[in-house]
C-alpha cells in the first residue's frame, strides 16, 4: 500500500497551472477562486466524508455560495460534478480542457446554446471572451432571468453607442432587470424600452447643461431613473430645473440637489407646475432683496427669504417695504421691523391706504421741525412729542414763517430752546400775532427768564431707534381721542 504522509498537506504544495492564473483567475470573483484552489487543493489531499458542507464551513462561506462557485467553475470546463450523493467532483487541467474555438468543453448542452447565441449575436461586432460568457451566463443561473432576456440585453447593448457595450454596465442592467421582476421576453421588452427612454431623457438633459461632446455614466443614468420614477418628475419639469443650474456648476450632482429642494417644497411634478414655482420663488426672492435693500440689512438669499416670509405673514409687500423704510436707521433692524409690523397690525393699519397718511404726516413734520431744530442750533433726534408740538403749534394758526421765526428768536435762549420757543408761541397766541411784522413788533420775553410751571415739561432725549416706534402709542392716543 502506499500512502501520503499527512505532513505534506500542512508543508507540501499544491499545484496551480500558470495557465489557469493568467486566462482564469483576473475574471473570477474572489470567493470563486478561494473555492477552487481550496478544492484543487483537497483533491490533491483527498478525505474521505469530504464534501461541499464542510468546504464551506472550513472557508466560512454559506453553502450557496460554495455551490455557486463551482457551477462557475464548471461552465469553464475546470470542475465536473461526478455524482451528487455522494458528492464527487473532479478538477480538471486548464491545458487540457482548452480547445481551438476557445470555449471548453463542458456538459451544459444550455450553457453550449447559450454560448453560440452570444457569439452569434456579437459576430464580428464585438470580441468577447470565454470568460466574459460564462460571465453572462451567471445572469441567467446566479440572478435567475430567462436565457432569452439576457440575450436581448446583449442584442440591445451591443447595437448601443460604442462608449455603452460594458461587462459593467450589462451586468448592472441585468441587476435592474431582476429588481423590476422581468420574468418573461414580454418584460424584458418593456424593460429595455423603458431603458433606451432613459438614456434618451438623460442626453437631452445632458445637452441643456452643455454636455454635448460625451455619453452619461453610469452613476447620472441612475439619478436620471431616481427623478424620474421615485420622485416622479417628467422630463419638462427636469428641463425647467437645469436652468436652475446657472447659479452654479451645471452638473447632475447640483441638478440633484436643486430637485430635492423642489421635491421638499413644493407638490410641482410637471413642466408647467415646476415653471411656476421656480418663477415663484424668483419674484419672492426679488421682493425679498427690496426690502433688505430699504432696510439697508445684508443677508443672504435664504435669510432674507426667511425675514420676508415672517414679515409677510402680518402684512402685503408694499406695507412691509414702507416700515423698511422706516426702520432703515434702527439698530436691531430684524426685530423692530417684527415689532413695527406687529403694532400696525394690531391697529388695523394693514394696507397702504392706512398706512400712507401715517407716513405722510412723519415725512410732513419731520421736514419741518428739521426746519426749527436748525433755527435752534439743535442736534438731536426728532420724537413723536416733537411732531405733535409743531402740530400744536399749527393749531394756533401759525405757519410755517411765523414758526421758523420763533424758532429763530429762541436760538439765544438760555436752557431748554423748545420750551423757551414754546412759551413764545403760546404768547403769540394769547396776543393775537398772526404774521411776521407783528411777531417782529411784539415785545419779546425775557430769553432767561423762566417757564410757569404749566409749560415746565422734560424734554426727552429720543435716539434713531425711537423715531418710528414712540409715535405709534401716541399716534393710537390720538385715533381714539378723535373717535
Not at 116 to 125: F, G, H, M, P
Not at 313 to 340: F, G, I, Q, Y
Request: glycine letters at 6%.
Amino acid at each position: 500500500m502506499f500512502d501520503l504522509d499527512p505532513s505534506a498537506r500542512d508543508y507540501g504544495v499544491t499545484v496551480v497551472e500558470n495557465l489557469f492564473i493568467r486566462e482564469y483567475l483576473p475574471a473570477a470573483k474572489g470567493d470563486y477562486v478561494k473555492v477552487y484552489l481550496w478544492g484543487l487543493h483537497k483533491c490533491q489531499h483527498p478525505e474521505e466524508n469530504y464534501g461541499t458542507r464542510e468546504m464551506a464551513a472550513e472557508l466560512e462561506m454559506t453553502l450557496p455560495q460554495v455551490q455557486s462557485a463551482l457551477r462557475y467553475w464548471e461552465r469553464r470546463g475546470l470542475v465536473t460534478c461526478v455524482s451528487q450523493e455522494p458528492e464527487v467532483y473532479m478538477f480538471h487541467s486548464p491545458m487540457q480542457r482548452k480547445t481551438t474555438t476557445g470555449l471548453m468543453n463542458t456538459q451544459d448542452s444550455e450553457f453550449a446554446v447559450f454560448a453560440e447565441s452570444v457569439y452569434t449575436i456579437l459576430a464580428d461586432k464585438r470580441k468577447v471572451s470565454p470568460n466574459d460568457i460564462s460571465r453572462m451566463w451567471e445572469w441567467v443561473q446566479d440572478i435567475g432571468l430567462p436565457p432569452e432576456a439576457v440575450l436581448m440585453l446583449i442584442s440591445h447593448t451591443v447595437n448601443a453607442p460604442v462608449a455603452h457595450f460594458s461587462m459593467k454596465r450589462m451586468e448592472g442592467m441585468a441587476l435592474l432587470m431582476k429588481e423590476n421582476k422581468v420574468q418573461t421576453v414580454e418584460d424584458a421588452e418593456m424593460f429595455l424600452r423603458n431603458e433606451m427612454s432613459v438614456h434618451k431623457g438623460v442626453q437631452e438633459l445632458l445637452r441643456h447643461l452643455g454636455k454635448r461632446s460625451r455619453f452619461p455614466s453610469e452613476d447620472e443614468m441612475a439619478l436620471y431613473r431616481k427623478w424620474r420614477f421615485e420622485w416622479q418628475f417628467d422630463q419638462e419639469a427636469l428641463l425647467s430645473a437645469c436652468r436652475e443650474t446657472v447659479k452654479g456648476e451645471p452638473t447632475f450632482a447640483y441638478l440633484d440637489g436643486i430637485l430635492k429642494g423642489i421635491r421638499a417644497r413644493s407638490e410641482s411634478r410637471t413642466g408647467g407646475a415646476v415653471d411656476a414655482f421656480l418663477q415663484e420663488e424668483s419674484d419672492e426672492g426679488a421682493k425679498a432683496q427690496e426690502v433688505m435693500d430699504a432696510l439697508g440689512m445684508r443677508a443672504s438669499r435664504v435669510q432674507a427669504v426667511n425675514f420676508y416670509r415672517q414679515w409677510r405673514r402680518h402684512m402685503p409687500h408694499d406695507v412691509v417695504l414702507c416700515a423698511a423704510s422706516l426702520c432703515h436707521r434702527t439698530r436691531d433692524k430684524a426685530a423692530n421691523m417684527e415689532d413695527l409690523l406687529s403694532k400696525w397690525q394690531d391697529m388695523g393699519m394693514d394696507t397702504m391706504d392706512k398706512v400712507q397718511p401715517y407716513v405722510d404726516r412723519l415725512n410732513r413734520l419731520n421736514a419741518a421741525l428739521r426746519k426749527v431744530f436748525e433755527a435752534l442750533g439743535y442736534r438731536s433726534a426728532i420724537a413723536e412729542s416733537d411732531r405733535l408740538l409743531y402740530e400744536k403749534w399749527e393749531s394756533m394758526g401759525f405757519d410755517e414763517a411765523l414758526i421758523l421765526e420763533g424758532a429763530a428768536i429762541a436760538h439765544g435762549a438760555e436752557g431748554n430752546k423748545l420750551r423757551y420757543m414754546d412759551a413764545l408761541m403760546e404768547n403769540w397766541h394769547r396776543d393775537g400775532v398772526r404774521d411776521l411784522a407783528t411777531a417782529r413788533s411784539h415785545k419779546t420775553p425775557d430769553r432767561g427768564r423762566k417757564p410757569n410751571n404749566a409749560q415746565n415739561y422734560t424734554q426727552r432725549q429720543y435716539t434713531e431707534q425711537d423715531l418710528a416706534f414712540d409715535d405709534l402709542a401716541l399716534l393710537r392716543e390720538a385715533e381714539e381721542r378723535n373717535g
